[in-house]
Every structure is written in structure tokens, then in C-alpha cells.
């Protein structure tokens, strides 16, 4: 069995991540020890080597957690096929970077948003992702307005992502309500498979 250990302890985000994905594109580790000082690089390092057949553990030490990936000799190593890629359907991405639509008038910005929200759901299947950065991370956070119309999108299948970093600098990675904590990595990714992106800052 081929292990490596990994120490991001002190690495901001993506870089957990970044560095569990240069040891699995090496090829050939059975067993990946990674250590990370916060919640938001073990959430996306659990998940990543999820997505890449590992089996993982979640060990809390004090002031780190280490995450340990076992991946069996019959377990394949590729990503599953997101959803549409099978079904050729066209993706759309919007990348969500405020927590309040144009400029000029705050309340009515924030009224903008939950409409734009609301309304999300009129693009049917060609809607793939919602991305949540900077400010727009408030708005899956407890005490949003629009959090409701969120939880629909996401039962309604749409794959929501909210920026792990951006909820750490706003003290909401406790308080995220809907969708998955992410990193840049994976959001970078999203934008390479997306058909077309959409920007809102």
C-alpha cells in the first residue's frame, strides 16, 4: 500500500486542496493523511478525495483536524459525470458575488436579488450552478431574506456552491444554511465545464 502525508496546516484556501490534488495526480496512493487547521479546508479536501474513490475518515486533534483517504485496489479513480453532461443539456453557471443587485439604493437592491432568486427557476434544466462569493455568501447564511428561495433551487436540483474562504472572512461558516462549501479550485472547475457564465457582482 503507497501512503503520503500531507501537512496544510496554515494554508489558506485553496491550497489544502491544491496540494491533496498534485499527490493524486501522482497516481498510485493507497492512503492520503491530510492535516488541516479549519473547518472550511476539511470540508473541501473530505469532499474532493470523495469525488476522486477514497474512503475518508474525519480525526479532530485540539487545534487540528487530520483527514484520512483509503482507497481500495478496486475503486476507480475518476469523477463521476456531472449532471447534463450525459443528457447533452446546456449548462449555465452564474457566479453570484453581492449580496444586492446594481448600484444606487441598498434596499432596493436587496429587493432585486430576492427577485432575481425567485426567478431563477424560469431557466429550467439549463440552469447547472450558483456560485456564492464575497458578499453573496450572506445570503445562504442564517438570518437571509432569501434563504427560502435558495432551499428551492437546491430541491429543485440546482447545485448550489458557496465560497468557504468568503464565509470564513464574514464568521458564516457556522451559519451557512444551503449549499456546499467550495474553494476556488472547484469553482475554476465549474467555469471550465459550463457552457456559459454568468456574472453578478
Excluded at 492512503?31 to 469525488?51: G, H, M, P, W, Y
Amino acid at each position: 500500500m503507497t501512503e503520503e502525508r500531507l501537512d496544510c496546516r496554515g494554508l489558506a484556501c485553496p491550497n489544502p486542496v491544491l496540494k491533496t490534488k498534485e499527490v493524486i495526480d501522482r497516481g498510485n496512493t493507497d492512503r492520503l493523511t491530510v492535516l488541516v487547521d479549519n473547518s472550511a479546508a476539511q470540508e473541501n479536501v473530505s469532499r474532493f478525495l470523495v469525488r476522486f474513490g477514497y474512503q475518508v475518515a474525519v480525526n479532530p486533534h485540539g487545534d487540528y483536524i487530520e483527514i484520512v483517504g483509503n482507497r481500495s485496489a478496486s475503486s476507480g479513480c475518476e469523477i463521476a459525470p456531472e449532471p447534463g453532461e450525459l443528457s447533452g443539456e446546456r449548462k449555465i453557471m452564474i457566479l453570484l458575488g453581492t449580496e444586492r443587485l446594481g448600484r444606487g439604493d441598498d434596499d432596493l437592491g436587496k429587493k432585486l436579488i430576492a427577485n432575481f432568486l425567485g426567478t431563477l427557476k424560469e431557466m429550467g434544466p439549463d440552469l447547472w450552478r450558483l456560485v456564492l462569493l464575497n458578499g453573496g455568501v450572506k445570503l445562504a447564511a442564517d438570518g437571509s431574506e432569501v434563504l427560502p428561495a435558495l432551499q428551492g433551487l437546491e430541491e429543485e436540483g440546482i447545485h448550489i456552491l458557496v465560497c468557504g474562504t468568503c464565509l470564513n472572512h464574514f464568521g458564516l461558516l457556522e451559519k451557512k444554511r444551503v449549499g456546499e462549501t467550495t474553494n476556488m479550485l472547484d469553482i475554476v472547475t465549474a467555469m471550465q465545464l459550463a457552457d456559459k457564465v454568468i456574472t453578478l457582482t
